[in-house]
């Protein structure tokens, strides 16, 4: 049976039409779902992003990773969520304007389904106004998400916590912000409601927010 090394190792070489099979297999064989998630294929993002970083690797083969462990994640997913989406409202998340990173996005937007929210993915890229605007079509949404991965992007946090309260929403709709270059201090400097370092945490801290 193929183990955790072997999926993180085809998340990493970008083997896209093996993943599937692979994981499928891992899950057949018992392996625990959270355990390939976090220690297969979010730990070889961290990898390919080191060898980015020290130029042993290039965009394409960043891009083919992150495609790898979308479609890894699509026979994931159905072992993630649980059953009953929906119950505790709706909650909107995005990536902020200019980036265009979306597996944490939707690995945190995945947890929050499973911990019972409906979520509204408005996707990459998504300027402050958006999110603005998708509050008025949802007026019975009571919490935002917005996650940036590059630290040139996080000033965006803050024009998304600045155009909610201006749009009248202080207090009635809560903001949680993450990513990697995100902190907790970052998050009060901008007065964000919310902040959580992973997708596991980011579903504890949605469910407290809407309880206070
Ligand atoms: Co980019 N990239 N990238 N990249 N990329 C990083 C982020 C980088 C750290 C790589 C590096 O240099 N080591 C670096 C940023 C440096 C910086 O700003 N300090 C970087 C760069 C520089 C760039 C470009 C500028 C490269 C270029 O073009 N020269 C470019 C920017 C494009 C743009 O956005 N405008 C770029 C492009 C890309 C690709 C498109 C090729 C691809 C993204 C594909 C995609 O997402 N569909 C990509 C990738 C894959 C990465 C790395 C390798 C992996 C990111 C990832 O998916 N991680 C990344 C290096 C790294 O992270 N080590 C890197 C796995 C994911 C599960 O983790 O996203 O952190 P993460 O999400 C976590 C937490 O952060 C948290 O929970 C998630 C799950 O546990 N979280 C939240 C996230 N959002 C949250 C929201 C919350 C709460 C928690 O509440 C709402």
Redo the contacts with the bound molecule.
Sequence with gaps: MPGIQEIASTVEKGKIKLIEGIVQEALDAGENANAILEEG??AA??V???K??KNEVF??E??I???T??KGLEVLRPHLVSGSVGKKGKFI?G?VA????????N??ALMIESAGFEVIDLG??VPAGRFVDALRENPDCRLI?????????MGALKSIVEAIHDAGYKGRVKV???????TQDFADLIGAD?????????AD?ALELIAS
Excluded: N
Excluded at 98 to 105: M, T, V
Excluded at 176 to 182: D, E, F, H, T
């Design positions: 294929m979010i993002m961290g390919i992003g080191m980015f970083q965009v394409p960043l891009l990773a992150a495609k462990m979308k998340i990536t200019g980036d265009k990173h979306d597996i944490g996005k690995l945190v990459v890229d998400g917005a996650s940036a991965l590059l630290t040139t992007t949680m912000v993450g990513g990697a270059p995100v919310g902040y959580s370092p992973d997708a596991g945490s980011a801290k």
